[in-house]
């Protein structure tokens, strides 16, 4: 549990820097809140961004719109694709 | 005397190359620093593009499908120049060479500033008479060609929240021409690329428009039959034919900061022929 928290709040700084969101702060992100839709008030463009920033900062990659609806449902739910993605990603 | 004159003229020498080397530069555009792909980019006006941009200091990289020979002979020209170039192979309709290509420019310079999808063929025949094959390798190459290279630049020009992409579509697309039902759906396919990318990255600061050369003196010219050239001449406001370093021209343009504003869009570069 200590590891994802650790993660939620590495993915919380990622989000807010990539996305460039200048009047968020992190603890406005709940782990729970959806990250694009009604949550942030984020669009599916706006969700590229973070595919292009998760796999600089991860080399993890989104190929198609159903993962990236999963990992982006919430925080929570991002932290742990993040989580199994970087364990079954081969190191290169 | 002696020996008088040789002196003079040496010095004259060394104040004229004073003169010229430090005469005030107008540059027209500045690509300095900034890495560029030219599809289709070792004949015809890929060729013309990527001396272009390389001449105003873009490293460029000279993508080809067949002609190896050009492509080299494309670099050693620009880097005879003082320039920056080398060429990958790829056929741009194969989504796995296409990946190699930019895994190359990932691991290479990092970074892709300019993308000028130019390749693109032509297999003119009347419907009637037209092969599966010959529709589907100009769909393979003019738009699917697109599609593999725009995603794996936009990947890299999202990261950057940098980028201009130039597609190149045809006359063709919009006035039709007997013999170009597959290339003329493909060219026209490429505006509707165009503007519904330019609408996708626009807030990244990637910007995607196209130019549409009418008849430029190139290769793909000179595949058309001789009268139909000649009819074509008279349709031309300017009666003549463009050069490849014309559309260059407005490339350059769409590449460059001067068009930071303009995304989406096609140039005509046809000489008043539409």
Known sequence: ?92 | MRGHFPLTKAIKRAILFFYISHMPKTMDFDFANRVALVTGGSRGIGRAVSMALAERGASVIINYAGNREAAEKTVSDIQTAGGDARAIQADVADTTDVENMFGEIRNGPGRLDILVNNAGILRDKLLMFMSEDDWDRVMDVNIKGLYTCCKSAARLMIGQKYGKIINTTSPSAIVGRAGQTNYAASKAGVIGFTRSLARELARFHVYVNAVCPGMIQTEMLHQLPENVAEEMLEGIAMKRFGTPEEVAGAVLFLASEKSDYITGQVITVDGGLT
């Open chain 1, 1 to 92: 549990m200590e590891n994802k928290n650790t993660l939620i709040s590495e993915l919380k700084t990622l989000i807010i820097e990539s996305l460039q969101l200048e009047d968020v702060a992190p603890e406005d992100i709940g782990p729970d809140d959806p990250l694009f839709g009604n949550g942030l008030g984020l669009d599916s463009i706006d969700a590229l961004e973070l595919v292009v920033a998760l796999e600089k900062a991860y080399g993890i990659v989104i190929p198609d719109e159903d993962v990236g609806k999963e990992a982006f449902a919430s925080l929570s739910a991002l932290a742990d694709f993040v989580a199994r993605e970087r364990k079954s990603a081969s190191p290169e």
